[in-house]
Nanobody, 122 residues
Framework: QVHLVESGGGLVQAGGSLRLSCAASGRTVSSYFMGWFRQAPGKERESVAA????????YYADSVKGRFTISRDVAKNTMYLQMSSLKPEDTAVYYC???????????????WGQGTQVTVSS
């Protein structure tokens, strides 16, 4: 079992930046993905980005490419999502997750954090 705790959400103006963190504890599997997902009111949960824990391969949704950067610190067992050039449509609850993958399939992740709210004002 892997316990995940997100932090770093908040309110920011359009064009601003935020960095989310996801601290993991428990038995993380090095071959698994760690991913960020988001869910806006009335919408389905969607993939944002993911990283392979062992070698650090990264994957991004088209909507965030060039604006968001995913990274991890293996020694701290922590994953990050640096978000820049934020847009109002990025407003959502952001979740981190740990799972087998595919990277962009929520059902393929077995452990989830509680979520952190990101609100981007226009």
């Amino acid at each position: 079992q892997v316990h995940l705790v997100e932090s770093g959400g908040g309110l920011v103006q359009a064009g601003g930046s935020l960095r989310l963190s996801c601290a993991a504890s428990g038995r993380t599997v090095s071959s698994y993905f760690m991913g960020w997902f988001r869910q806006a009111p009335g919408k389905e949960r969607e993939s944002v980005a993911a990283i392979t824990w062992s070698v650090g391969l990264t994957y991004y949704a088209d909507s965030v490419k060039g604006r968001f950067t995913i990274s991890r610190d293996v020694a701290k067992n922590t994953m990050y999502l640096q978000m820049s050039s934020l847009k109002p449509e990025d407003t959502a609850v952001y979740y981190c997750a740990h799972g087998r993958g595919p990277w962009n399939e929520p059902k393929a992740y077995s452990n989830w954090g509680q979520g952190t709210q990101v609100t981007v004002s226009s």
